[in-house]
């Protein structure tokens, strides 16, 4: 692959995950919510959106390490998607692209469709709803589905229990960051 190429595709990654952003400011503008309306930047959310992580490290080591037939199902689809994708991106392209995931994701499937959501099932039901949709946003393998849709519960809690949709957006663009490195390091070696 080409350094142009990779460049390519690493700004287009970015450019579409952050349009989620804009995506859901268009809804909220539509549906009376505010997608931002709980953001804010403090250095103690982000440090907990940071400690957050910890939780899907261990999850992510146990699930990489099992010998369950579908957890080894993503795990091999992942090898071999993510090396094509972005197997010559830089440090600093992979963090472009998974901090605009983080802010991305969050802010359309958190403060916009969970808390949309709230307002109609309540807000057990609103997190549960959007973190189904979030796991069928992610559809490498069927396992896969159930395993981002867990995910989204877990960012979905924290931003319910923190009132601040900066905790999960630093939670998800970090652990995005430090799979995407860890994965395509093996790659390469």
């Given at each position: 692959m080409t350094a142009r190429r990779t460049r390519h595709i690493v700004a287009t990654a970015s450019l579409l995950e952050l349009a989620l952003a804009a995506l859901a400011l268009v809804l909220g503008a539509i549906a009376g919510v505010a997608p931002l309306g709980s953001f804010s930047w403090n250095a103690r959310d982000a440090a907990i959106g940071a400690v957050a992580t910890l939780p899907l490290f261990v999850v992510f080591r146990l699930a990489w390490t099992s010998r369950a037939?579908?957890?080894?199902?993503?795990?091999?689809?992942?090898?071999?998607?993510?090396?094509?994708?972005?197997?010559?991106?830089?440090?600093?392209?992979?963090?472009?692209?998974s901090l605009a995931a983080g802010i991305g994701e969050e802010v359309l499937f958190r403060g916009f469709l969970q808390a949309w959501l709230a307002t109609l099932l309540g807000s057990l039901g609103g997190l549960l709803a959007a973190s189904a949709v979030f796991g069928f946003a992610h559809p490498i393998t069927a396992g896969y589905v159930v395993i981002a849709a867990l995910m989204g519960a877990y960012l979905g809690g924290l931003w319910q229990a923190s009132g601040n949709l900066l905790v999960?957006?630093?939670?998800?663009?970090?652990?995005?960051?430090?799979?995407?490195?860890?994965?395509?390091?093996r790659a390469r070696s």
């Open positions: 037939p579908g957890l080894r199902k993503i795990r091999d689809e992942l090898e071999r998607v993510l090396p094509e994708i972005f197997g010559d991106a830089s440090a600093l392209g992979l963090a472009a692209v999960p957006i630093v939670a998800h663009a970090l652990y995005d960051f430090a799979v995407l490195r860890l994965l395509l390091r």
